[in-house]
């Protein structure tokens, strides 16, 4: 497997369930096993429909969010379709979307406010402040997370975007496609999804 790919897709992954609470305590920038700390092992909150504590009103369920239809309409891609859960793959998300081939796309995770204003703290997570996309949101990861991989101007590829409306919140990851630093879905096809989601929270 190219490292580059690996790395990027390790990042993806870290970034969305860490934001969505699994728990692990992991961390790529201290761990001398890379890919130890990009595949924490699954628990009930990483895998629960249901954001985790945070939230107040009544969540709504990751498959009512986002469907197959929405992701391949926003990225252009066909053929794209559900995979379970297995992060040991990379498809760390409550909703997993690949290509016939296996080849993970977009990572979907919810999770209460009470997370997202945690993890946003976490500077290395958070490269923009975006405005006028539900009550707060931003991508990621920053420039300077060492697990980040540089794209040709020299800025880390934005491979995550993190939104909330009212309680209810959730972070989205794309992908690098095998060989490249080409992303599957851009920052704005995230934010496309994003508004979208938002529109059914």
Not at 51 to 73: C, M, R
Not at 99 to 115: A, E, F, K, N, R
Not at 121 to 141: L, T
Request: glycine share 8%; aromatic share 6%.
């Amino acid at each position: 497997m190219n490292s580059r790919w690996f790395l990027l897709t390790a990042l993806a992954l870290f970034l969305v369930v860490t934001m969505s609470g699994c728990g692990s305590s992991a961390s790529p920038a201290s761990s001398a096993s890379p890919t130890k700390a990009a595949v924490p092992q699954p628990t009930a909150a990483s895998q629960s429909s249901k954001p985790v504590s945070g939230s107040s009103q009544a969540a709504s369920a990751p498959d009512k969010l986002l469907t197959v239809a929405d992701v391949e309409k926003v990225s252009g891609l066909s053929g794209i379709k559900l995979v379970p859960y297995d992060p040991s793959k990379g498809a760390g998300g409550q909703l997993n979307f690949a290509l016939q081939d296996g080849s993970l796309v977009l990572i979907m995770s919810t999770m209460g406010s009470s997370m997202y204003d945690q993890s946003k703290k976490q500077k290395s997570f958070v490269k923009e402040q975006v405005s006028g996309i539900g009550d707060d949101a931003f991508s990621g990861p920053a420039d300077d997370n060492t697990w980040a991989i540089k794209g040709s101007d020299g800025h880390a590829l934005q491979v995550a975007f993190n939104f909330r409306k009212g309680t209810q919140a959730a972070s989205l990851g794309t992908f690098v496609k095998p060989e490249t630093t080409q992303l599957f879905l851009s920052q704005d096809q995230l934010r496309e999804l994003a508004k979208l989601m938002l529109s059914r929270m």
